[in-house]
């Protein structure tokens, strides 16, 4: 079997992920966009980023990410102190200021890394 590129271990756990992040917050299908409140289809909904998935340190962590619709997600850019204050609410201050503080922190990624947190979340999934 061909070894797959660092880029393609990226692409396979964001489709995992934003798959786990949707269902998690699923119910029986369908979501509620975490900025707006619209209920939308899973599969309609986007895995949404409080801090922006450029960071990779919280790329897939689960205190960043919420499903939101396309509406916000894209068109909306996040809505960003939406998604804040529903996160102050859910989690407290507390935990979104080290959230945000660990954006800074650099995350070494390789191969063993990536594998590990598809399998890992690809368990989770086969639990919902």
């Known amino acids: 079997m061909k070894k797959k590129t660092s880029a393609q271990l990226k692409?396979?756990?964001d489709q995992v992920y934003?798959?786990?992040?949707?269902?998690?917050?699923a119910v029986r299908g369908f979501i509620t966009c975490y900025t707006c409140?619209?209920?939308?289809?899973?599969?309609?909904a986007h895995c949404g980023h409080f801090i922006p998935r450029n960071i990779l340190i919280t790329r897939?962590?689960?205190?960043?990410?919420?499903?939101q619709c396309v509406g916000c997600n894209i068109f909306g850019n996040g809505k960003i102190l939406d998604f804040e204050d529903h996160l102050?609410?859910?989690i407290?201050?507390?935990?979104?200021?080290?959230?945000?503080?660990?954006?800074?922190?650099?995350l070494k990624i390789d191969e063993s890394w990536?594998?590990?947190r598809i399998s890992h979340y690809e368990k989770e999934l086969s639990m919902l």
């Open 18 to 25: 934003s798959l786990f992040i949707r269902l998690k917050w």
């Open 37 to 44: 409140g619209r209920t939308i289809h899973y599969k309609s």
């Open 11 to 13: 692409k396979r756990l």
């Open 60 to 67: 897939w962590d689960e205190r960043n990410t919420r499903p």
């Open 114 to 116: 990536y594998l590990e």
């Open 92 to 106: 407290g201050r507390k935990e979104v200021d080290k959230l945000k503080a660990s954006r800074f922190q650099i």
């Open 88 to 90: 102050v609410k859910e």
